[in-house]
């Protein structure tokens, strides 16, 4: 009974983690690490400032993707255009262009949803939050 618990509750994960996950995401969940982290808000501010290449206090989406080719992934703008409207609250329109407090929302958006599993779950042990998002 517990092995066919087990099998389903990761069935639900998966289906859950492509829901709600992208590849990019999960990438950027790994450089920046917990949101619950102490140290978590300073990896965002060096994040933005890797990729604000122009030092312009913004980053734009090119900047991203130069970011994510650097490390070996190659992004479309189209997949990030629908990546950023989908964790933001704000309509995106012409040249997208993120402040260091936006660019925070968004990395706390994407990561979230990123770190709510490990994949080693029982499910004696969910919490609420991890219920509900199962849910």
């Not at 990729?51 to 312009?56: L, P, R, V, Y």
């Not at 130069?66 to 933001?88: C, D, I, P, S, Y």
Request: glycine content about 6%; overall charge neutral.
């Amino acid at each position: 009974r517990q092995k066919a618990d087990t099998v389903l509750l990761h069935a639900l994960i998966n289906k859950f983690q492509k829901r709600t996950t992208s590849r990019e995401a999960t990438i950027i969940a790994r450089w920046v690490g917990e949101p619950s982290a102490r140290e978590y808000s300073d990896r965002v501010k060096e994040l933005f400032l890797k990729m604000d290449e122009d030092n312009s206090g913004t980053v734009e989406l090119n900047e991203i993707i130069v970011t994510f080719a650097r490390k070996g992934l190659r992004v479309k703008r189209e997949n990030l255009l629908t990546l950023l409207q989908r964790h933001m609250e704000v309509v995106m329109e012409g040249e997208i262009s993120l402040g260091p407090e936006l660019f925070e929302q968004l990395i706390r958006s994407l990561c979230g949803k990123s770190h709510l599993f490990t994949g080693h779950e029982l499910l004696e042990q969910l919490d609420n939050q991890q219920l509900r998002a199962l849910y």
